[in-house]
């Protein structure tokens, strides 16, 4: 019954509706852009990209004296593509780190940003509010217009992104190889960065700059852990940005004062933990049980191979010994009486006595199959 | 100036050399992420001080805390890493947004029972901070956050100044530091220890993204302009000043905001070092580029000559006509290039022909062996 | 030794290369006539990467020409395979064996269009070539060292080239593949194609190819293994580097000195790789 209310509420409330749909298209388009900063190893150019906006936000707004989402996000746009260049140039051209380029860029432009929307708050013309939800971001107060802004500018992102899939493959993959090919790998590397650069500002109204690294990051890295496709990733990641955005829009609306965009933060991350722990083949614990299953064949083996070591001193391979002997054998290590139970079991071992072993003849073949195999 | 002013550019260039303290070797142990993330995450330690311990803003209790979550945050990373399904910024990137979320979340649901809000922790606000003044029996002994950050840069000098061969071996060379039996974990985790508290301290003076500018930028700026560990510090201390007192004024006179103006001028400095550097900067480079087009450019034809003299094509290699085609080279710059080797007397020109005198095929011979 | 008749797969004249104020190649010459199954050779830092990534347009010259079949590389990219080194990609990245493989024809697809069926077929030709057919779906990053390079090789295999660069194609790969390796370089210059092999040992120059390029900077020789491959070409190269200049000079032969300016072979080379080795 509940789901069905929260059915009806995602049609019916206007409020909800706009700032869920919202969320899930940021959700889908961070996602799927967000693979390729990951597989890129530049996770962390989506936190300097977010923050170097907010300079061109108020720039925006002080050059145009308008508040249209287009207008707000072209400007962050332009930003941010002006600061992943800066990151850029600096790391080819000095000595600088990546790392360091990053954060510096980061908070300077961050910084220009603060003094920017400082000046404009004083300003005798404009009212400012509206240009600090970029900040924090404010998906309640999202139109239908935003939505619409998103979802079309989000839409030809991903229509880009797929028109060049092969060729963004191959950047991502073996860039010198791409060039050897004949592709601009340089151009595309741009046109890729230009595209994520889009991703995250549509993003910024929603969950605000400092959040939104965790919407181009997270939902790829929980991704990863499902599959080993670049094409299963991005569509996989795409949907987890949207249940994420639409988690935390739900989530957010239930109660009171808990804010949307860190709602979907917290959403994503705990996708990104479930995965790491319960993805198949790759997850921890499929990889902890895997283990445990080796471990005990292994010990299984230890000591089927310490009875036949035993045995092959006297004439009779299928002579018995006591547990105590293999006991010291292992040198206690181990659950021998368990690993001897479970080799009853299979068959390649019998209790003789009360606490003699010795092997079937099934047994000696496979010793003799696990000692050869060890050479 | 009137003692509030000097206050305010105090406390900021105390802030100053406090976080530039750690953030070298942030820098050179290619961290400087870190500072941003532990600076972010910090905040649920603030907030759930704030909220369940202390109403106190600026108890020890807090910093405490947030100096525990700056921690917390640095193992979190460690180990998304080291379950090595997710790479280390990746696992940064994820990890401290999560914890700033729950901060936010934190301090939304209580916010009427603290006075704390987000934009306090990420902005700060200077110029309220002489207003909330130290006193001990009535004694005023100047603003609190002074003296917070005042104790918090001794702790940096003397952790610094205790651990400086340590520090020091563990950035430059952390497996022979280890082999030597100083655990570079150890050091690591004193370190986040440090940048914690300094962030926490820092926050309400000056807002938790310029901290990051204040560690990172001022010692990048200082990278640039030394190679020496020591100068490092030295330097980046004197450039956090500066940016401080220079973001005073300039907040000042353009009535914005004093954290944000300091964080201009730290890029600011960045860019002056950037472009004038002695050695590193982008005109001595250019400077120097130019020079050696010309160096480079004579012994390119010296070898050119050498590796064909006395060979069968040599007749063809060693013609003025032949270089611009063959090398590459504008038929003008080409002239020059020989002119010059001929004036240092490298090369005789014979209509055209050019052959290299003992002192070209030595020069030749030289650059071969370097 | 130099002519300039047209028939060279390669040539490359007066090539100098510096990264920043470094340079890295001074003043090469090189021609490598089509059909042959060339090594170049060198110390470290001896610029062999370097001289490749330059004939494919990877990295700007100084000064200098490089042409393929007497055109520049740009005109006649459809006739050149190239096998970068096994570390330069992160094998962790998720994608499959076939998928890889196929990316060998990107170059003849063009921009946009996708890979078909018949890519794939060509793909899973390759594969069966260099003995993976098996593991075509296998996630790469599942590979051992000398499955990633057959992968490497299969890619190169499907651009169907005249001319393949190779960068370090025995770099830690087991024995089993270094030999099918060779075998396939050996096969495909049986076809009349031209390879040129980046090679890191020395001891197996003679048996592997049959011309060789000594590079330290600049170029030492060049030519048939048997005229090129000296003791006194390979002290110009490894060690005494101040011998050359005096070039007029004989240079006395001595046999000693060789052993310790050889780069010491890898383990599996050194245990196996000898001894089994068929000779061509």
Known sequence: MMLLELGKDLILDYTLRTVALGSATLGVVSGALGCYAVLRKQSLLGDAISHAALPGVALAFLFTQSKAPLVLVCGAAIAGWVATLFVIGIVNNTRIKEDSALGLVLSVFFSVGLVLLTVIQKMPTAKQSGLDTFLFGQAAALLERDVVTMASLGGMTLMIMLFFWKEFKLLCFDSAFGASLGFPMAVLDVLLITLLVIAIVLGLQTVGVVLMSAMVVAPAAAARQWTDRLGGMVVLSAFFGAIAGVGGAVISSSAVRIPTGPTIVLSISAIVVFSIAFAPNRGLVWNWVRSQRERKKLQIEVVLNDLYTLASQHADLQHSHSTAVLLAMSANRGNVRHSLRELVSLGWVENVNTDEWALTSEGVIKARYIAERQE | MSSETLEIQLIAAVVAVACALPGVFLVLRRMAMMSDAISHAILVGIAAAAIFVTEDLTSPLLIVAAAATGVLTVSLVELLNQTRLIREDAAIGITFPALFSVGVILIARYAGDVHLDTDAVLLGELAFAPFNRFEVLEYDLGPRALWVMGVILCVNVVFIAFFYKELKLVTFDANLAATLGFSPALVHYGMMTLVSITAVGAFDAVGSILVVALMIAPPVTAYLLTNRLSRMIGLSGLIGVASAVAGYWFAHHQDASIAGSMGLMTGVFFALALLFAPNRGIVAIARRRASQRWEFAQTMLTIHLFSHEGLPEAEREAHVNHLSSHLHWEPDFAQQVVRNAERRGFIRNRSGRLNLTEQGREMAQLALVK | ?280
Do not use: C
Not at chain 3, 77 to 104: A, E, H, I, K, N
């Open chain 3, 1 to 280: 030794m130099k002519n300039y008749s047209d028939t060279f797969a390669i040539e490359v004249e007066d090539l100098t290369v510096a990264y920043r104020d470094q340079p890295v190649l001074w003043d090469v010459d090189l021609n490598v006539p089509a059909g042959v199954l060339m090594a170049i050779v060198g110390p470290n830092g001896a610029g062999k990467t370097t001289l490749i990534k330059v004939i494919l347009g990877l990295v700007r010259a100084a000064a200098g020409r490089v042409s393929i079949y007497g055109q520049s590389y740009s005109d006649q990219r459809r006739l050149v395979g190239y096998v970068p080194q096994r570390g330069s990609v992160d094998w962790d990245f998720p994608t499959s064996v076939l998928d890889v493989v196929m990316m060998g024809r990107y170059g003849a697809l063009g921009w946009i269009r996708r890979p078909g069926s018949r890519e794939r077929r060509s793909a899973l030709e390759a594969l069966d070539k260099v003995g993976m057919r098996d593991l075509a779906h296998r996630q790469i990053s599942q590979l051992s060292g000398g499955q990633q390079q057959r992968v490497f090789l299969a890619r190169a295999l499907v651009q169907d080239a005249q001319i393949y660069f190779m960068d370090e194609p025995f770099q830690g790969v087991d024995a089993t593949t270094e030999r099918a390796i060779v075998a396939l370089l050996q096969e495909l210059r049986a076809e009349g194609k031209t390879l040129v092999v980046v090679h890191h040992d020395l001891q197996t120059v003679v048996d592997y190819f049959d011309s060789v390029t000594l590079l330290n900077v600049r170029r030492i020789a060049s030519g048939p293994v048997n005229e090129v491959f000296t003791e006194t070409n390979l002290r110009l190269t490894y060690g005494g580097r101040i011998a050359f200049l005096n070039r007029t000079e004989d240079q006395p032969a001595e046999t000693q000195n060789i052993p310790h300016v050889i780069k010491p072979a890898k383990v599996e080379n050194d245990a196996t790789g000898i001894g089994e080795r068929s000779n061509p």
